[in-house]
């Protein structure tokens, strides 16, 4: 049903239309002055009036009229009616109508954000769960989610208003400090602890808390795309540094950016080459970072998991002079949605780091921090460790003896010692064409000059992840990857398609 009220309002109501008459009439009378189909200062139809032309009740206009006198549309004069408020602008801005205008240029996105938007993709990953060798991903199809699914229970139905206050949550923090202790060999208090969404969270915050625009930061070199972004968001000028089979060449690093703020390194399980960084050059990256006053952002993403030994303690534990700072994530132990993680900061600095912290975010939601809290201190995280430690070992071992099956002579996997990937060597195929050809068979396999941040590289080889890759489904999935070099030895090759590629 459309209605014409009196003078020049035209206002459409519908009895049947999913909204109340009342908000109808609010939104045709708003729509006419916000369009400049009445203008400031013009006359209203009364109340009464209005309610006859709509037929709808009198308290209905009424209602609609006193929202938009509340909201300053309109006002009323005593004695002589209701009125569009006079001090609107004549040149209102012309409120959407339908959909917005596709032809609206804004202006650019600030410098910041443009070299964000502008750095390669993280990976190309096909929609929907996990394939095989998606990297990143560990085993989330084993995920403890009743027992996950308990304590969060248990969490909501003990929770009491504190809880749902701005707050922390402390016994997080001690249960990291507890675990880091005994499994990554460092000691640090709960204080020193900053629990942060996730490890890219904590790289973007200590890159944009310790570094000023234009500060030097070394970058491994190939390296994690995450960690880079989080160094041109603040700014930094980035120093490549090249990776070897000892990790960071730190020779190399002084050589190039002596006075550098600071180093990235992932020393356990180098991301993406695996290599572990020998002791030789952990010491001499220790004794660079206290002779230029330097810091270190040591992430140890997944170095729970060594295959056969215990893993090896972090640099952190190795630092007298307080230059490391350790970012940690659960994302590998546990899932990546959790969105939680932790970097363990100088004590010194802590009050105000937290403080500056505050102007970015406060912390990531309590009820996740409680829960995961629950599960590291009643033992459950060790008990998930260990078990993830045998599926991965095995996962490792079906994709080496598919891809000796499938791939043998072409694909050369790499020795993994430890962590949810591995690097696989190509010969005589281009790895960016297998790489596009895989996507097209619905197996993921990145190809490792995506890590490179300073251009063209000679790396001709794969990343192909297997913890999230069911032993049972390694040999299909090695038979694609078999079946994509084969195509990209044959073929030119194509970009793979948007609508089946996520980038990440
Ligand atoms: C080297 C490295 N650091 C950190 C992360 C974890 O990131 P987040 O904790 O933000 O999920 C990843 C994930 O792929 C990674 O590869």
């Known amino acids: 049903m459309g209605m014409r009220a009196t003078g020049d309002l035209l206002i459409h109501i519908d009895p049947n239309a999913g909204d109340t008459l009342q908000r109808q009439i609010y939104y045709g009378v708003r729509r006419a002055i916000l369009t400049g189909l009445i203008k400031p200062g013009a006359r209203l139809p009364s109340s009464r009036v209005l309610a006859a032309d709509l037929g709808v009740c009198r308290t209905t206009s009424l209602l609609a009229l006193e929202q938009l006198i509340a909201e300053g549309y309109i006002a009323t004069r005593p004695g002589s009616g209701t009125y569009v408020a006079p001090d609107l602008p004549d040149d209102l801005p012309r409120i959407r109508q339908a959909r917005p205008r596709l032809t609206t240029r804004h202006p650019p996105l600030s410098a910041r954000a443009s070299a964000l938007a502008d750095l390669k993709p993280r990976a190309w990953r096909l929609h929907g769960p996990p394939r095989p060798f998606r990297v990143g991903t560990p085993a989330v199809d084993l995920l403890p989610v009743a027992l996950w699914s308990q304590l969060t229970s248990r969490r909501l139905r003990s929770a009491g208003p504190a809880q749902f206050d701005y707050g ?131 992430d140890d993403y997944d170095s729970e998991f060594r295959h056969g030994t215990r893993p090896l303690a972090c640099l952190h534990g190795m630092d007298v002079d307080a230059r490391v700072i350790y970012l940690g994530t659960f994302s590998k132990t546990l899932f990546p949605t959790l969105r939680l993680g932790f970097v363990v900061v100088p004590l010194d600095l802590r009050d105000r780091l937290v403080a500056a912290r505050r102007a970015l975010d ?143």
Not at 224 to 251: F, K, M, N, S
Not at 407 to 435: M, N
Not at 492 to 500: D, L, V
């Open 168 to 298: 922390e949550w402390p016994p997080l923090r001690e249960a990291i400090a507890a675990h880091l202790q005994s499994a990554r060999g460092t000691q640090c208090s709960a204080d020193q602890i900053v629990i942060v969404a996730g490890a890219q969270s904590g790289l973007d915050l200590m890159a944009r808390l310790l570094l000023d625009p234009g500060d030097t930061a070394w970058m491994e070199e190939p390296g994690y795309t995450g960690a880079r972004a989080a160094l041109v968001g603040a700014g930094a000028r980035i120093v490549p540094v090249p990776v070897d089979v000892d990790g960071l060449d730190v020779e190399a690093g002084v050589r190039r950016a002596r006075h550098a703020r600071l180093a990235y390194v992932t020393p356990s399980h180098q991301f993406p080459l695996g290599v572990v960084m020998s002791l030789a050059r952990r010491l001499a990256l220790l004794k660079w970072a206290n002779a230029a006053e330097a810091w270190v952002l040591e």
């Open 362 to 504: 406060f912390q990531p939601p309590v009820l996740n921090q409680a829960v995961l809290a629950d599960f590291l201190a009643e033992g459950h995280y060790e008990r998930h460790l260990r078990r993830m430690r045998a599926v991965y070992r095995e996962r490792l071992e079906a994709m080496m003896a598919a891809a000796e099956r499938f791939c043998g002579g072409v694909l050369r996997i790499r020795p993994v010692l430890t962590g949810l990937h591995a690097v696989a060597d190509l010969d005589g195929v281009d790895a960016e064409r297998v790489s596009q050809e895989a996507i097209t068979r619905g197996t993921e396999a990145m190809p490792l000059s995506l890590y490179f941040g300073s251009g063209p590289t000679s790396a001709n080889g794969l990343v192909l992840g297997f913890a999230p890759v069911r032993p049972e489904d390694s040999a299909d999935g090695m038979r694609r990857l078999a079946a994509s070099i084969e195509a990209a030895q044959s073929s030119r090759g194509h970009a793979p398609t948007a609508e089946r590629v996520v980038r990440a």
